[in-house]
């Protein structure tokens, strides 16, 4: 009997330890020369700053974003009408800032493929629709954005064509966002859309800037890549932050457990590739379109290119003193932006087929030589994995796989280690991990 029970056990790690053969072939689906199409076409627009014209066919946000839509409009057609593709849209007004030259609509292409189990859950990945010139509000000087985000967009379009193809059980978003280069108007209209509608989001993958492979500090390098996260939730409660003092948390806020989460999975998935997870919101000083989803309390991340050449940003197209400035179309590595496309494409995937995180997570064994865990049971879930790592370690590095709702990890002290729980379904995808909220002796 205990020899049954031991090969039980040892079958049970092994079907929990494999790959998802179906996330290979979602890697090799994404088109390096379909987002090459697409930041072409997107270019020839000639300028989509957002206040920019919004009447022409063939120049403007105006005419971009509803080429975005006729993309999600097709893709649709091909999957027997799968996703459900809208324009979203909010008005903006010069007293909201100092980017706005004057009063306009800030619109937001939007497709969502709706989940077969969890439809009000959704896991969203963004592009930028606008662009700009040297000066914010130079609405009609040429600014093609073919980097700065038509990579981004482009392959937004592109994960939509792959996963499309198959059913997931909590619904994906892909959109395109406008405003972005004005005060993250796009962003803040949907992130406000979403609470107004009480979507369920799981995070958002907002990617800006996919195509760079050549830094303006020389380097090349065309597998590194960076993950931008909050380290705590920007609206969370005094009693939250009491909390953390005394039982840790400084660096495991919804958004950092987002990003943990794409790390582990191209690791797994990707390992040639590179990420590189920032402890920060954003870059220096600056900031993208995923923090309007922060400040809501949302997970979001940014995903983006590891070196930025700056002469190819917010730059008007010229040569100066031997430089050649502008975010041109042949600056861009189509190959590069690939990669960081189905990096994308397989975290939406694996998170889609996941079953939801536990809402709650207990932990207990305070002055004891083991650490206690209890969790509330999730719906769809086939077992659970408690993961621990160093108090100095940025990834869960150790994990232990249960189908109870509570365990305890015998000689594990609670004072060394961070701690999680994961849901696992029976697919062997897993949600993202979830820090414990909860206290008990």
């Known amino acids: 009997m205990k020899k049954i029970t031991l090969l039980l056990l040892l079958f049970t790690g092994f079907i929990f330890s494999q790959t998802d053969a179906k996330i290979y072939d979602i890697i090799e689906a994404v088109s390096a020369d379909r987002i090459k199409a697409d930041v072409k076409t997107l270019t020839e627009f000639g300028t989509r700053n957002t206040f920019s014209d919004t009447i022409s066919d063939t120049r403007g946000i105006g005419a971009a974003r509803r080429w975005i839509k006729s993309e999600f409009d097709k893709i649709s057609k091909t999957c027997n009408n799968c996703l459900n593709v809208f324009y979203q849209k909010d008005l903006v007004t010069k007293e909201m800032g100092r980017r706005v030259p004057h ?21 969203i990945m963004s592009g930028d629709i606008d662009s700009r010139a040297s000066n914010t509000m130079d609405f009609k000087t040429d600014a093609p954005g073919a980097n700065d985000n038509a990579s981004g967009m482009a392959g937004t379009i592109e994960a939509a064509r792959v996963l499309s193809k198959y059913k997931f059980e909590s619904s994906i978003i892909y959109v395109g966002l406008s405003g972005e280069e004005q005060g993250l108007f796009g962003g803040a209209g949907l992130a406000k859309y979403a609470k107004e509608k009480e979507w369920d989001i799981i995070g958002i993958l907002n990617n800006d800037m996919i195509g760079n492979i050549e830094g303006v500090d020389g380097v090349i390098d065309n597998r590194t890549f960076r993950i931008f996260s909050e380290p705590v939730p920007a609206n969370e409660t005094e009693r939250q932050r009491r909390m953390r003092r005394f039982y840790g948390g400084e660096v495991d806020g919804i958004s950092r457990q987002l990003a943990r989460y794409v790390h582990k999975t191209t690791k797994t998935y990707m390992p040639e590739m590179n990420p590189m997870m920032i402890y920060r919101l954003d870059r220096f000083g600056r900031g993208g379109h995923h923090r309007p989803f922060n400040d809501l309390g949302f997970a979001g991340i940014r995903i983006m290119e590891a070196h930025e050449n700056y002469t190819q940003q917010h730059q008007d197209i010229r040569t ?39 809402k709650e997570v207990a932990i207990g064994g305070i002055v004891q030589a083991s650490a206690k865990f209890k969790w509330n049971k999730v719906d769809g879930a086939k077992g659970y994995k408690i993961y621990w790592r160093d108090t100095t370690s940025p990834t869960w590095d150790h994990s232990r796989y249960v189908e109870d709702t509570e365990f305890t990890l015998k000689g594990i002290v609670i004072d060394n280690f961070f701690f999680g729980v994961a849901a696992v379904g029976e697919n062997g995808h897993e949600s993202v991990v979830v820090f414990p909220n909860k206290v008990f002796r």
Not at 103 to 123: L, S
Not at 321 to 327: A, K, T, V
């Open 103 to 123: 009063d306009a609509y800030v619109v937001n292409v939007v497709a969502i493929q709706k989940g077969t189990k969890y439809p009000n859950k959704y896991i």
């Open 320 to 358: 100066e003193n031997g430089i050649e400035y502008g975010d041109t179309f042949e600056h861009v590595n189509f190959p590069y932006a690939k990669k960081l496309t189905a990096v994308n494409a397989i975290n939406l995937a694996s998170l889609a087929w996941a079953p939801a995180a536990p």
